[in-house]
């Protein structure tokens, strides 16, 4: 059984560019969730699933911000023109119906 | 809108003694309180729960209980150890909608 992954682990950018990231929850799980994690601060969420559906999104979210989950499976999250502000940890989390969240391990992102 | 207020930010405690965090929230259809452990460099990671139809839970040195009437919820760690040392976060969610966190408290258990 794998947890729920996240790829990259790591991510340098130049500020204006694009970046993706992947998530992929528990394979039985039908809802994922992105968060964004800052230093010495809690997760911040930005978007659910329920499978393929989008159900919510954080009002905070800049329209840069966009989120896919095409098959109900894995997840893309994509940053477009990305500012420095953006530079954060990256969290996917995935549950079944309302069994309790299980985080990956996060996608860094720096923006230079 | 959906808050959750966590104190303190820090606590630091002697080995074996008791930890406690508190947590307060502002909507009141939340029903489901979870606690996260998050080490350095790690990922948040689930440490016990409560519902709203319990008023407390206990997972050996680990307890949390929950007042609805005045929207708050704690977190009792006993005996406390070294390992137990991290960030440890609180979380509120009423059904079918996202979890909303408070913003944290390292602890920092001193040999």
């Known amino acids: 059984d794998t947890g729920v992954s996240q790829d990259p682990r790591h991510k340098i950018t130049k500020r204006g560019q694009n970046v993706t990231f992947r998530c992929d929850p528990i394979s039985e799980h039908n809802r994922l969730y992105w968060y964004r994690q800052t230093l010495g601060q809690g997760p911040e969420f930005l978007t659910y699933f329920q499978n393929e559906a989008q159900l919510e999104k954080s009002r905070l979210l800049s329209d840069r911000f966009s989120a896919e989950r095409p098959k109900g499976s894995f997840s893309t999250l994509e940053i477009q023109r990305t500012e420095q502000g953006d530079s954060a940890m990256y969290l996917c989390?995935?549950?079944?119906?309302?069994?309790?969240?299980?985080f990956g391990n996060g996608t860094r992102l720096t923006v230079t | 809108g959906e808050n959750v207020e966590q104190h303190p930010s820090t606590l630091s405690v002697q080995e074996g003694d008791s930890a406690v965090i508190k947590c307060t929230y502002s909507?009141?259809?939340?029903?489901?309180f979870p606690w996260y452990k998050q080490e350095l460099g790690k990922r948040p990671q689930l440490i016990i729960d409560?519902?709203?139809?319990?008023g407390e839970k206990k997972d050996q040195r680990i307890a949390v209980t929950l007042n609805k009437t005045a929207k708050h919820f704690s977190l009792h760690i006993t005996e406390t150890q070294p390992e137990d040392s991290a960030v440890y976060f609180c979380?509120?969610?009423?059904?079918?909608?996202?979890?909303?966190f408070g913003q944290g408290t390292e602890l920092s258990v001193k040999p």
């Open positions: 989390a995935s549950s079944f119906q309302n069994s309790p969240l299980h």
């Open positions: 979380a509120a969610s009423s059904l079918r909608r996202k979890l909303i």
């Open positions: 409560i519902r709203s139809n319990v």
């Open positions: 909507d009141s259809a939340s029903n489901y």
